[in-house]
Nanobody, 125 residues
Framework: QVQLVESGGGLVQAGGSLRLSCVASGRTFMSYTIGWFRQAPGKEREFVAG????????YYADSVKGRFTISRDNAKNTGYLQINSLKPEDTAIYYC??????????????????WGQGTQVTVSS
């Protein structure tokens, strides 16, 4: 079993930045692909970014390319999502998740096995 705890969310003005963290405990973090998702009120949960366990293969949703950067530190059992140039439409609860998919970054929530509780990001215009 793996437990995930996100942090780093908050209220920021448009154009600002945040760094989200996801700390894992339990089973070996480094063997999983990490993904970040977000869910806005009334909308489905959507994929934002993912990284394979080796850290050498990343994938981003088109809506965040060039603004979001995913990273991980396997020695610290921690994943990160750097969010720059925030827009009001980025407002959502952000979740980190782990997937056993070792060679391909999956973009559907069903492909992920463990989830954190989420951290709220609110962007004011």
């Amino acid at each position: 079993q793996v437990q995930l705890v996100e942090s780093g969310g908050g209220l920021v003005q448009a154009g600002g930045s945040l760094r989200l963290s996801c700390v894992a405990s339990g089973r070996t973090f480094m063997s999983y692909t990490i993904g970040w998702f977000r869910q806005a009120p009334g909308k489905e949960r959507e994929f934002v970014a993912g990284m394979l366990w080796r850290g050498d293969n990343t994938y981003y949703a088109d809506s965040v390319k060039g603004r979001f950067t995913i990273s991980r530190d396997n020695a610290k059992n921690t994943g990160y999502l750097q969010i720059n140039s925030l827009k009001p439409e980025d407002t959502a609860i952000y979740y980190c998740a782990l997937s056993r998919s070792a060679f391909v970054v999956r973009t559907t929530p069903a492909a992920y096995d463990y989830w954190g509780q989420g951290t709220q990001v609110t962007v004011s215009s």
